[in-house]
């Protein structure tokens, strides 16, 4: 079974919602998220690459990496990331998403 990119469910995309669900469903999470993002994610069993990718809102490589789109959606609104903003970095990688 395929999702948008890659066999699930995968450890990778499992961590990465995990962290967008907690982040704004967990009490105390966002606020600790948004005084030090590194610090935030540094218990979390993700590489370096994909915990830049979250820290830095890059959205399309996030979809790419296999986040669920409602919760990346949900992340973004949650953070008060322009509409422009987040529409733009899924543009931005459209033409991966096709060939994955």
């Given at each position: 079974m395929r999702n948008w990119q890659q066999?699930?469910?995968t450890?990778?995309?499992y961590?990465?919602?995990r962290v967008l669900f907690d982040v704004h469903h967990k009490e105390g999470h966002l606020q600790r998220y948004n005084a030090s993002p590194d610090a935030y994610l540094s218990a979390i069993p993700l590489s370096a690459e994909i915990k830049a990718l979250i820290r830095d809102n890059a959205v399309g490589a996030l979809y790419l990496a296999g986040a669920n789109p409602y919760l990346l959606r949900a992340h973004c609104l949650?953070?008060?990331m322009p509409d422009a903003e987040f529409v733009a970095s899924l543009r931005a990688v459209a033409g991966e998403a096709r060939r994955g």
């Amino acid at each position: 079974m395929r999702n948008w990119q890659q066999d699930i469910p995968t450890i990778q995309a499992y961590w990465i919602d995990r962290v967008l669900f907690d982040v704004h469903h967990k009490e105390g999470h966002l606020q600790r998220y948004n005084a030090s993002p590194d610090a935030y994610l540094s218990a979390i069993p993700l590489s370096a690459e994909i915990k830049a990718l979250i820290r830095d809102n890059a959205v399309g490589a996030l979809y790419l990496a296999g986040a669920n789109p409602y919760l990346l959606r949900a992340h973004c609104l949650g953070l008060h990331m322009p509409d422009a903003e987040f529409v733009a970095s899924l543009r931005a990688v459209a033409g991966e998403a096709r060939r994955g």
